[in-house]
């Protein structure tokens, strides 16, 4: 009998790609389903619309592309649930579907799959149909109001940005999540949930995370603004704690992520303060995702046995 | 502590409390000229020598070589190559027993008395070379190059690869004339002091050896070290960076930084062959994982190792593997119709594992970055190696590669990532890049 031979390791840890990525889809299930509560059954239409047309795109593509069809390792799936995440509350479902398509046929399958983009699918797709649609886009509703037409109003961020007489939600509505904004960035709680999973599964490290809300808080103190707000106002958990950890587009060496991180949060600031836009942690993550193979070339670790 | 590296289930309970077990005296014996790292040894008998155990088979050929012994009496049916477990293939001398089970009998000294010169003779001429796996000429390891001086002794008891425990067993039962090997080559190499690094996974027998360092015959300093269980702690780089701070230099010896690393049955040769002038002709290994009965054997150099699994109850096919050494760093091979070799430290038949068939795309998740104990960045050595960019590896630093296994371990793309690293070095040698 002809007997195959391994090359060592000859045991194996028995973590897989798949159980992490279905690991990260459960770590979002608490922030979807804050997202129905704040934002009704609607928002439920969105993720599903989004996830289904992200993994039946990878499909598609996989089969077109003549691939291994790998739709089963929860990859589309993430990606499906956080593009919902970062859309508006009453967005047109024929707009989720098309983002979708865009995420993972444009930004990822194109680029060559799981493991080759350069920029994160969920937030480029996003950036994509902000150019696009800018009304539908920013039309952002009062939590809590399930009507289909519900009342529009705006998020914490572009009240302060475009100073607005409306009243700013307390720390406590921010923190569970009851104000206005995209469906899955608004309750701070459930996504530290999610997040503090990601890290105690050791999914993801801290670096990231920390130095991105890190640097925020400290420009926000050196700069006077309220910390805490700009801290819980906008995507910013969101962002740190599931976009910009993003294996593939974030650096690989502990002292990239900081890098990275720390950029990320330089960058969202600006963009808050002086930019165009009430938000910026979209366009800084994607900014950065640019320079990752740089910051990786520029933090390789000393090797053991080399030169201090 | 040294950076990186992986906590593994040990599974060393499977044999932990076998005692060291003498298995039976071959029949036949295949012994490889080549069972060490340098030149082979040049026969010194021919087909139809009536051989006696302990007699020399074979002399060192250069300074980089070794003395190979019989390890049974009887004759010499045939001088041929043969298979080795170790993947490679050896000019071996294949003896089969009279019957008479004579032997050479060794002569008793008092090693205070001889020179350093006389010691490393005795050493050369017993066959001992680093029985932990690497099969490096002790004899060369003890004779410290002009212009470097050794500090430090240190006695590698780790053990670190899961299941093997034939070192323990070794320790455990022969913690006396171990430490008296210690101070042999501490005198021969003129160094006053000396460590015992052990895993805490083997902190039961610390006290035995603590005792029998207090009983030691000089004046030489030796201090127990007890160190964490993480994998690979018994790599000589990792253990005299936990030991003692040192890093060795990346292409350097250890003695760069004044240690030198002894494995617990090399040192434990290294007595009997100077005080009880017994050469190297037997080891102690373990057979373990799907076996029916695991054991800690005292095995004859050149033993069949397929005889061994038939004691020991271990049978191959049905998704079963047989591999040689630990898992981390092993080799399967295909058929145990092998002999016993000097660095032959464990026999293991595993479950074969339901690995991808294709290799995986790399998810960037930097797992292999946190463990590589050489702070080496296997994904991206990976990648190049995939489209063959062997400079670029070599860029990279995969030379300091030690496939001690963990980036593969942790991986969960299940990317075959020492093979990569293999090959990337095989090709780096074979194109001279």
């Avoid at chain 1, 640097?215 to 106002?233: E, G, K, N």
């Avoid at chain 2, 071959?26 to 040049?42: D, Y």
Wanted: glycine share 8%.
């Amino acid at each position: 009998m002809e007997r195959k031979i391994t090359c060592s390791p000859h045991i194996h840890s028995n973590e897989t790609t798949a159980k992490i990525m279905w690991s990260v889809v459960i770590s979002l299930i608490p922030a979807t389903i804050g997202s129905v509560y704040f934002f009704g059954v609607y928002a439920l239409k969105i993720i599903g619309v989004s996830v289904i047309s992200c993994v039946l795109t990878e499909l598609l593509s996989q089969i077109i592309f003549r691939k291994k069809i790998r739709i089963f390792d929860g990859s589309a799936v993430i990606t499906g649930l956080l593009f919902a995440f970062v859309l508006p509350p009453r967005i047109p479902l024929w707009m989720v579907s098309l983002g979708g398509f865009l995420a993972i046929f444009l930004v990822k399958e194109l680029f060559g799959g799981l493991g080759f983009n350069i920029f994160n699918p969920a937030l480029t797709s996003r950036a994509i149909l902000l150019s696009s649609f800018p009304v539908e886009m920013t039309k952002f509703t009062v939590p809590l109001d399930y009507r289909l037409d519900a009342i529009t109003t705006a998020t914490p961020l572009a009240i302060i940005k475009e100073n607005l007489n409306v009243h700013l939600p307390s720390y406590w509505q921010m923190f569970i999540g009851n104000r206005a904004g995209c469906i899955g960035e608004t309750s701070i709680l459930l996504l530290l949930i999610g997040g503090i999973f990601l890290l105690w599964r050791r999914i993801i490290t801290w670096h990231i995370p920390i130095s991105y809300i890190l640097t925020v808080a400290i420009l926000s103190l050196i700069f006077r603004q309220d910390v805490l707000f700009q801290i819980m106002a906008g995507g910013l958990i969101l962002g740190a704690f599931f976009m910009a950890t993003d294996y593939v587009t974030s650096p690989i060496t502990p002292k990239g992520k900081i890098i990275f991180g720390t950029g990320c949060g330089i960058i969202t600031f600006l963009i808050r303060m002086k930019g165009g836009y009430p938000e910026g942690v979209c366009y800084s993550i994607i900014f950065m995702n640019m320079f990752v193979p740089l910051i990786n070339r520029y933090t390789l670790p000393r090797k053991f046995g080399g030169k201090k | 502590m040294f950076k990186g590296g992986v906590k593994l289930l040990d599974f060393k309970e499977l044999s932990k409390s076998e005692e060291i077990e003498e298995f039976k005296y071959p029949e036949k014996v295949i012994i490889p000229l080549s069972q060490h790292t340098g030149a082979p040894a040049k026969p010194t008998v021919k087909k139809g020598d009536t051989v006696v155990e302990g007699q020399i088979i074979g002399e060192a050929e250069g300074f980089i070589s070794s003395f190979v012994h019989s390890s049974i009496s009887g004759k010499v049916v045939s001088i041929e190559n043969y298979p080795l477990p170790n993947g490679r293939k050896s000019l071996s001398v294949v003896i089969e027993s009279d019957g008479k089970n004579e032997k050479i009998e060794g002569e008793k000294k008092d090693w205070v008395s001889l020179t350093s010169q006389e010691i490393i003779e005795i050493v050369k001429k017993a066959g001992i070379v680093g029985l932990g796996g690497a099969a490096f000429p002790t004899h060369v390891k003890m004779s410290i190059p002009p212009g470097k001086k050794a500090e430090f002794v240190i006695l590698n008891g780790c053990e670190c690869e899961p299941f093997l425990t034939a070192d323990y067993r070794v320790l455990k039962e022969n913690t006396e004339e171990i430490i008296e090997g210690l101070e042999i080559i501490s005198k021969t190499t003129s160094v006053k002091k000396s460590y015992i690094g052990i895993e805490s996974n083997k902190i039961d027998i610390a006290e035995k050896i603590e005792r029998a360092i207090e009983n030691k015959k000089t004046e030489i300093d030796i201090e127990l070290k007890i160190l964490p269980e993480k994998y690979p702690q018994g790599s000589e780089k990792h253990l005299i960076k936990s030991i003692t701070g040192r890093e060795v230099p990346s292409e350097g010896l250890p003695i760069d930084v004044g240690c030198i690393v002894f494995n617990v049955q090399t040192t434990l040769s290294i007595k009997r062959a100077v005080c009880d002038g017994i050469p190297l002709t037997e080891r102690v290994l373990t057979v373990s994982g799907l076996v029916e009965n695991p054991k800690n054997l005292k095995v004859r150099i050149g033993t069949s190792i397929s005889e061994i699994l038939k004691y020991c109850g271990g049978k191959l096919g049905d998704g079963k593997k047989l591999v040689i050494g630990g898992p981390m760093m092993g080799i399967n091979i295909p058929s145990p119709d092998v002999p016993v070799i000097k660095s032959t430290t464990g026999i293991l038949i595993l479950p074969e594992e339901n690995l991808p068939e294709t290799i995986q795309p790399c998810i960037k998740c930097g797992k292999c970055v946190e463990v590589c104990p050489m702070n080496l960045v296997p994904a991206f050595i990976s990648k190049y190696a995939e489209s063959e960019n062997w400079e670029m590896c070599k860029n990279l630093n995969v030379l300091d590669c030690i496939e001690c296994g963990c980036c593969s371990y942790v991986c969960p793309a299940k990317r075959p990532l020492v093979e990569f690293f293999k090959w990337a070095k095989a090709e780096i040698k074979k194109r001279k890049i």
